[in-house]
């Protein structure tokens, strides 16, 4: 079993900068990717960016592409999201995910890859 921690969520301002992490515990080994899902009110669970070790791939949704960056400590089992140039509609609950085996750059983006989630962390963006 793994267990994922999620931090830095906040209130910021339009054009501002987060950083989240996330922190893998258990059973670590068994994991070789990782990403992070957003949630706003009223809307179904999207990809945001994912990482895998093994396949050495990441992946975006075009909606952040160019402004966050995903990195991560493959020893540590970490995962950063840096979001730059944040906007109102990234306002959302971020969770990050991680997955037994993921090879390829699509199938980071399916929701239904990951094995285990994370409680969330709120980010809210005012205009």
């Known amino acids: 079993q793994v267990s994922l921690v999620e931090s830095g969520g906040g209130l910021v301002q339009a054009g501002e900068s987060l950083r989240l992490s996330c922190a893998a515990t258990?059973?670590?080994?068994?994991?070789?990717?990782m990403g992070w899902f957003r949630q706003a009110p009223g809307k179904e669970r999207e990809f945001v960016a994912g990482?895998?070790?093994?396949?050495?791939?990441?992946s975006y949704a075009d909606s952040v592409l160019g402004r966050f960056t995903i990195s991560s400590d493959n020893a540590k089992k970490t995962v950063n999201l840096q979001m730059n140039s944040l906007k109102p509609e990234d306002t959302a609950v971020y969770y990050c995910a991680a997955a037994r085996w993921i090879t390829t750059a699509q199938a980071l983006g399916v929701m239904g890859m990951y094995d285990f989630w994370g409680q969330g962390t709120q980010v809210t963006v005012s205009s």
């Open positions: 258990g059973s670590i080994f068994s994991i070789n990717s």
């Open positions: 990482i895998s070790w093994t396949a050495s791939k990441t």
